[in-house]
């Protein structure tokens, strides 16, 4: 049945303008100082199929009045079970982005444990399968709490 509402919505889209700025990102659940990945879920209400080039672009950490950006790796984005090598996520789906914060050193990767604060991240997308490919992003804010 999913399968079936998800082919209409898809060839409804053709037919709609669709609205790029529609997208949200939230995070999973709630962070805490000391966490080293987290997992953050993108919802397409752009009215457009969108290609799994889903990315993040920044993580940013207000520091001091200053936005200064957090190393990490973008490990996975996976709609409905299926990996971003495989899937689109279609109109009123969702997609989970799965983020280790890590960082290298001397060649090594390494953990990078957030601190407690404000971030922000911004995350890229672009429709897919119509003539003009239209691009858009969206940036969502999270705090990270302290540790207990």
């Known amino acids: 049945m999913q399968k079936i509402i998800a082919i209409i919505l898809f060839i409804i889209s053709f037919f709609t303008t669709g609205d790029m700025t529609k997208a949200n990102i939230t995070l999973y659940k709630d962070l805490t100082a000391g966490d080293t990945t987290a997992v953050f879920v993108f919802e397409n209400n752009t009215g457009k199929a969108l290609s799994q080039d889903i990315k993040i672009e920044t993580i940013e950490k207000e520091f001091l009045g200053q936005w200064v950006e957090v190393p990490f790796s973008q490990v996975i984005l996976e709609t409905a079970g299926k990996s971003s090598f495989e899937t689109r996520v279609y109109p009123g789906e ?15 990767p390494v953990q990078v444990p957030l601190t407690s604060g404000n971030y922000r991240i911004t995350v890229s997308f672009k429709t897919d399968g119509y003539s003009k490919v239209t691009e858009g992003s969206v940036t969502a804010d999270f705090t990270v709490a302290k540790a207990a």
């Not at 969702?94 to 090594?108: M, P, Y």
């Open 94 to 108: 969702k997609a989970t982005l799965h983020v280790d914060f890590i960082t290298t050193v001397g060649g090594i």
